[in-house]
């Protein structure tokens, strides 16, 4: 009694106080709760090979410093290959591990997916994870060097094509995995099978959820053709995150939306937070018994009823396989 008392003569005394007091913890309590969850497994990836597209800066960058600890060669799979190297530097400096290299990749190119593809062929013995974390947000209606829509593009397509040109790697080095980081926003995604590059009526964002959602579908489809061959596939969310990603969606946005969007970005993951559901779909060792399943916060969540659509996946994969070459 005493004690609630006490409280109720600080109110009366210094309201101002007490009401600042009162946003600053539900403030923090809100910043806590967007963190997210944690992956805690302490896997060991001693003599194993890590491949993580668009890894020189945010949660690419983050994983790999993470696995890298954990003891895995790690591939930096980027486009601009003077960042890649600041990066490398990076990563091998926090993480200790000297075996971190970097090779260029562009997604918006076949032909550098494939030359990619080619050299890591070539080049390595084993691939045990590969992580397509590389993706482009709420940009204006661009091509590709090969004439796709940007986002549908490099997305989806690019690592659509890397990862069956990998697979053969990936199954000899099995048990492995592959990791597509899509988005919470495939909710509120379709594909647009008749007019997949959105000609008719063009909008950055349904662009942006399309490509998330095709990384979904991806998974799905994915998982049920590698069926008993050891590798296992995941797609999750990382999370509201504070990185480069909306560097082209950011300046689209109206000046009145700006203010609010800025004091709720302060409660975004950090690059670190934002890395822990791709690095506990890559070495959670209760996952290797499941498969193309979709993932938020280190836990298994249920993905949108079209990224259940499993008459879609297979007509997205029938899709993809056309437009890259594959068939």
Known sequence: MQNLMEIRS???????????ITVAVGFLGFKKWMAGGVCNSKARLDGKTVLITGANTGIGKETAVDLARRGARVILACRDMERANKAAAEVRNRSGNENVIVKKLDLASLRSVRQLAKDVLASEERLDVLINNAAIMGCPKWQTEDGFEMQFGVNHLGHFLLTNSLLD?????????????SSLVHETGQIYFDDIYMDKDYDHMKSYSQSKLANVLFTRELAK???????????????VIRTELPRHFWPTVPLWK????????????????????????????????????????CARKTAAPQGRDDEAAKKLWDLSASMVGLI
Do not use: W
């Not at 600080?10 to 600042?20: A, D």
């Open 225 to 239: 053709r590698l069926r008993g061959t050891g590798v296992t596939a995941y797609s999750l969310h990382p999370g």
């Open 10 to 20: 600080l109110v009366l005394q210094y309201p101002k106080t007490v009401g600042l």
């Open 258 to 297: 700006k203010i609010p969007l800025r004091i709720f970005m302060l409660t975004a993951k950090s690059a670190t937070q934002g890395a822990q559901t791709t690095i506990y779909c890559a070495v959670e060792e209760s996952l290797q018994n499941e498969s193309g399943l979709y993932y938020s916060d």
């Open 169 to 181: 790697l990936l199954k000899k080095s099995s048990p492995s995995r592959i990791v597509n980081v």
